[in-house]
Each structure stands twice: as structure tokens, then as C-alpha cells.
């Protein structure tokens, strides 16, 4: 499978045989000035209802949303959606969140969403195994870097890929990368976009991996 970071909490994911997911579209404004997304998909994931991560109508060729929590088959992709919240009052600030876990050739990827919340015992059990983490790391609307390390440490996935983190093309009051990174071992800073991961290939000790934003 290869992903891509568009931008902010949105990546293009890509099996082998070509299946596109794309998870929480970003509309732009009110701080996102990525560019627009014109990818196409035949499967969307939407964390929540807000504008940076729903816009759906963005994403060509007419995509299977999938936005509810627990089990659904979309294209042969097994998708698990686990209820969180948005903020740590059980959503009484932001309201909820859902974590989408599903599986592409093989690899588990875990798409935290806006999760505002460190998780129980109970939460990572029924995450499960998780090879790849899409973790936000910027703090204020979600975990900050402390508690996106302390998630980390909690689903011990082979790869960690932060994302809704502040940038040039972000101005939202959150934190950049940076904060996530420091005292992390294994950090691999890629000078593109997009990477290739194998379930045989995957580190055998977690790798923090620092795409850049393709839009």
C-alpha cells in the first residue's frame, strides 16, 4: 500500500490493486489553506462533522462514506469505527470523534481523527493491533504531543505518521511537530509526500515518520 499526506488529517491511502481511501477531507479556510483536494477516491472515512475533515463533495468519483462506528466491508477493505470524543469532557466541548481502524494489504492503519481524549484500557483493546498510527499531535482542538506519545506507547504500532499539526499552510493555535518529536527515537524525516509500507517490511522498532503535506 502507499499513503499520501494532502494535508492537516487527510491522506490518500492506495492498495496494491488500486483501491483509494481518503479519511477526513479538509475544506479550506477559517485558518486551513492547504490546497484543494482533487483526488479520487472509492472510499472516504469522516471522523466527525466539522468542516476540517468532512468535506466529502471535495473528492471525486462518487466515494462509499463511511462515518459511523463499528464494523462495515467497503471494496474488500474491513473498516472498524471506535466512538471517542473530541475533547477530554466526554464531548461536552467539541462533541464525539471516531477512530477508524482498517486493513490494506495487509497492514493495519489506525486513524485517530480529532481525538481529544488519552485512551483506557479498554479503548486500545478494542482498536486492537496496529501497524500503522495517523496520531494529531497539535494540541488545543486534540491530544497534545505529550498525550500523542502516551497513545502511541498504549497501541504500540509499528509506524507513527503525525498529522494535524500547525504548518505555513495550518493556521490553526496549535502546536507544530516539533513538540511530538523531541526524545523520540527512530524519527525518519521523508522529503516527499507519500511513502510505501509492506507488512514484511514493516520496523521492527517504531519509526516516527515526518511526511510532507502534498498540497
Keep these: 500500500m502507499k499513503i499520501k499526506w494532502l494535508g492537516h488529517a487527510s491522506f490518500l491511502i492506495t492498495s496494491d490493486s488500486g483501491v483509494r481511501v481518503i479519511t477526513d477531507p479538509y475544506a479550506r479556510g477559517g485558518g486551513i489553506d492547504y490546497g484543494p483536494i482533487q483526488e479520487t477516491a472509492e472510499i472516504v472515512t469522516v471522523s466527525h462533522k466539522h468542516q476540517d475533515h468532512n468535506n466529502v463533495g471535495a473528492v471525486k468519483g ?50 485517530l481523527g480529532d481525538l481529544g481524549h488519552d485512551l483506557d484500557a479498554a479503548k486500545v483493546k478494542e482498536i ?43 493556521d490553526y493555535p496549535i502546536t507544530g511537530v516539533e513538540d511530538f518529536l523531541k526524545g523520540r527515537k527512530n524519527v525518519n524525516r521523508v522529503a516527499a509526500s507519500e511513502m510505501e509500507i509492506k507488512k514484511d517490511k514493516l520496523p521492527l522498532e517504531t519509526e516516527t515518520v515526518v511526511l510532507q503535506h502534498a498540497l
Excluded at 473498516?79 to 475533547?87: I, M, N, Q, T
Excluded at 467539541?94 to 486493513?103: A, K, L, M, S, V
Design 62 to 111: 462518487k466515494p462509499t462514506v463511511v462515518d459511523a462506528p463499528g464494523a462495515r466491508s467497503v471494496k474488500g477493505i474491513d473498516f472498524l469505527g471506535v466512538a471517542s470524543y473530541h475533547d477530554g469532557t466526554k464531548g461536552a466541548q467539541r462533541g464525539p470523534n471516531i477512530i477508524f481502524c482498517f486493513t490494506v494489504d495487509g497492514v493495519r492503519v489506525c486513524h
Design 128 to 170: 486492537g493491533a496496529v501497524d500503522v498510527a495517523l496520531v494529531p499531535v497539535g494540541g488545543f482542538y486534540t491530544i497534545d504531543a505529550r498525550q500523542a506519545a502516551a497513545v502511541c506507547e498504549a497501541l504500540k504500532p509499528k509506524v507513527v505518521i503525525p498529522m494535524h499539526v500547525k504548518t505555513a499552510k495550518c
